[in-house]
């Protein structure tokens, strides 16, 4: 194969290319930030370049994306514990080589000013790429006529909740259906985070009437029936007013059908689940250091972590996020006093992503590794607007690429992960596999299991959705 090229060159030869379509082995020449070729083995023999490296056996895969974290994010009186220097060194040992974090206006005030503020948060500090969506707390003329500015600065998505009234952060219906009819307009896409805020309110005052402040009330103050009855609500809605949307942290067995029925009916909805709804269960509220597995919804039983998994294999579940939220343990202990409902809810898995999704999913046979490339890559390039830039190892993507070793196992502990915390939720689970190398637009972050990459690397990607 006859390549012309101009810049300084990396050649990775004998890996297993991933693609959301399939995989393959074969060689894959980097030029500069870029993917400039693939070629079968031995097509680029005779090229000179400035690094070879050989990845036989390993697996190839495009750069992960993580659409769904909270950096540096007030919560319940305490900070969350990652922010965008040890959170993307982090994540870049986790294979992901861009993220979304959000930026969440203030009650009353600028989502374009708190995003300004964020960026100037993450500027010279990140080890990969990064962007932004909105976090929108009211649906009034002046939040409305924000949405097309956010989406012109490159940060189309945007959220909001249909909880926590008691923060200030519930939106109502009638702004939900103002956001959907500008979101419509302007083509954005809306996230929400669906539970019904009543049910809640009903079922947490009846548990602590009772005296249950022990974390599992935490499941039965927010069951499975809120996040249901809130998604099936969206569903209503987008038939009076269709407009992008996208569901975050998915649950529950009875969600996967709901959005499964919605999308057979031509409804623009799409959604996420989280790394631990697929591996961990309300068991975890039981047991020691329940407090710290305390997360909004709240982990459910092992049929709803099986529909997860068949929901991810069908298609219907489009992706995996981490939405990796923990705050300091010493800060859970302190404000939680011992009950449930002062916990602050969150918890951190920002580099157990791909470590789990490959583990409990491609190597236990419950998807397979195309799969595996489009729920945490592949598809969040293409619904958040990072395609083809992002998502995919093809000419002219840049050159985001996992080199993974399958061979091989180890144990996942809080001590063997390199996130901003003590705590690890899958801690002593055996791992197979791991992470050796991680190039972000043809530079090293992780070279051979070490962090080599710079922080200042990581650029802000600007999004424009195009579905």
Not at 102 to 112: A, E, L, N, V
């Amino acid at each position: 194969m006859e390549v012309l090229i101009s810049g300084k060159t990396k050649l990775i030869l004998g890996g297993e290319v991933a693609s959301a379509a399939g995989s393959m082995r074969a060689d894959l020449l980097i030029e500069g930030e870029k993917i400039k070729a693939q070629g079968m083995p031995g097509a680029f023999a005779g090229l000179e370049v400035d690094e070879t490296i050989d990845a036989s056996g390993k697996l190839l895969l495009p750069g992960l994306i993580d659409p769904h974290l909270h950096f540096n994010s007030p919560f319940m009186g305490t900070v969350s514990v990652h922010d965008f220097s040890n959170g993307t060194a982090a994540a870049a040992f986790g294979g992901i080589t861009t993220l979304i974090d959000f930026s969440t206006q203030p009650k009353g005030g600028s989502i374009m000013g708190n995003l300004s503020q964020k960026e100037g948060e993450a500027e010279g500090k990140t080890y990969i790429d990064w962007s932004m969506s909105g976090i929108l707390l009211d649906a009034s003329p002046e939040t409305l006529a924000e949405i097309p500015q956010l989406i012109r600065a490159g940060c189309p998505t945007y959220k909001c909740f249909t909880t926590y009234k008691h923060s200030g952060r519930l939106m109502d219906d009638a702004g939900i259906f103002r956001i959907l009819r500008t979101t419509a307009e302007y083509g954005g896409m809306l996230m929400i985070h669906c539970e019904h805020d009543a049910t809640i309110d009903r079922c947490l005052e009846k548990e602590l009437s009772a005296g249950h402040f022990a974390s599992i009330y935490h499941a039965r103050s927010r069951p499975a029936a809120a996040e249901n009855m809130a998604i099936q609500r969206l569903v209503e809605m987008l038939k009076q007013e269709p407009a992008p949307s996208y569901v975050v942290h998915t649950s529950t067995a009875e969600s996967v059908e709901i959005i499964q029925m919605a999308r057979a009916q031509g409804l623009p909805i799409h959604s996420e689940t989280c790394t631990h709804y697929l591996a961990l269960t309300e068991e975890k509220l039981e047991g020691p250091n329940s407090q710290f597995y305390i997360c909004s919804p709240p982990l459910r039983t092992q049929r709803d972590v099986d529909a997860l998994w068949q929901g991810l294999a069908t298609g219907c579940l489009e992706v995996v996020s981490s939405d990796d939220a923990g705050v300091p343990t010493k800060d859970n202990l302190r404000l939680g006093q011992g009950r449930f409902d002062k916990v602050p809810s969150g918890m951190s898995g920002i580099e157990a992503r791909l470590s789990i999704l490959y583990t409990e999913g491609v190597h236990k046979g419950r998807i397979s590794l195309p799969r595996l490339v489009e729920v945490s890559s592949t598809n969040i390039a293409r619904l958040f607007g990072l395609y083809p830039e992002k998502g995919h190892l093809g000419p002219g993507a840049d050159a985001d690429v996992v080199i993974y070793d399958p061979s091989g196992s180890w144990a996942m502990t809080s001590k063997s992960l390199h996130m901003n915390t003590d705590f690890c939720p899958f801690e002593g689970w055996t791992i197979q596999g791991h992470v050796e190398s991680v190039l972000c637009r043809g530079a090293y972050v992780i070279r051979d299991g070490r962090l080599v990459g710079k922080p200042g690397h990581g650029q802000r990607a600007f999004r424009r959705l195009t579905f």
